[in-house]
């Protein structure tokens, strides 16, 4: 099955820099990435989203890329903002089987103002 | 407010016990995804339902099983609960298959004593 491994686990920036979290996958017939945010308290929140027919994709301060050879992809996020912390998810699934979808572990972004 | 909710929000039962979490999907939306998120598990898929039948399973247990009704909502069964078994469920919901987009309830947190 598809095995989907995330880093950092954790992660503390200055409000204003930038943050990467990298993920990277193993079922090479995975074909959508879904990055959410958990916030404490609360369901994730699906924030961007890739599909394997484009490398790229950007949404105001938050861009995710994708490498289909090498099987990774990444989010950043530029001009963080203390209302950007909370854990971070990667996640992959074949959309041509059941839609199953497999999480990363997570990743706790800290940003400090 | 994602659109999707679940009851209870907090649920605290005793071990060998027997629990039912209640799932309402978005408006439209014909899926509807499990998930058990814990602290040394990450999330994990559980099973998905699609317009009432089951569409895949994850590593869900023989003690716990799920349904979707025919008004699309679904309730997940957890059985001779266990400590282990505490754990935030979710749920998400996504529409026509090819709508890949998931979104997450605000999830119910069970605390097996």
């Known amino acids: 099955g598809e095995n989907v491994e995330q880093h950092p686990s954790t992660l503390s920036v200055q409000e204003g820099d930038s943050a990467v979290i990298k993920c990277t996958y193993s079922d090479s017939a995975s074909n959508y990435f879904p990055w959410y945010k958990q916030e404490l308290g609360k369901g994730p929140q699906l924030i961007i989203d890739i599909r394997s027919n484009v490398g790229e994709k950007k949404d105001q301060r938050i861009a995710v890329t994708l490498n289909k050879t090498a099987k990774h992809f990444s989010l950043h996020i530029t001009e963080t903002q203390p209302e950007d912390s909370a854990v971070y998810f990667c996640a992959a699934m074949n959309s041509g089987g059941y839609q199953k979808v497999t999480f990363g572990i997570g990743t706790k972004l800290q940003v400090i103002p | 407010d994602s659109g999707v909710t679940q009851t209870p929000k907090h649920l605290i039962t005793a071990t060998g016990q027997r629990v039912t979490l209640r799932c309402s999907p978005r408006s439209g939306d014909l899926s509807v995804y499990w998930y058990q998120q814990s602290l040394d598990q990450g999330l994990q898929f559980l099973i998905h339902?699609?317009?009432?039948?089951?569409?895949a399973k994850g590593n869900i247990l023989e003690r716990f099983s799920a349904q979707q009704f025919p008004d699309l909502h679904s309730e997940l069964n957890l059985s001779s609960l266990e400590l282990g078994d505490s754990a935030l469920y979710f749920c998400a919901s996504s529409g026509e298959r090819g709508d890949y987009e998931q979104y997450f309830g605000p999830g119910t947190r069970l605390t097996v004593t």
């Open positions: 339902y699609y317009n009432g039948e089951e569409r």
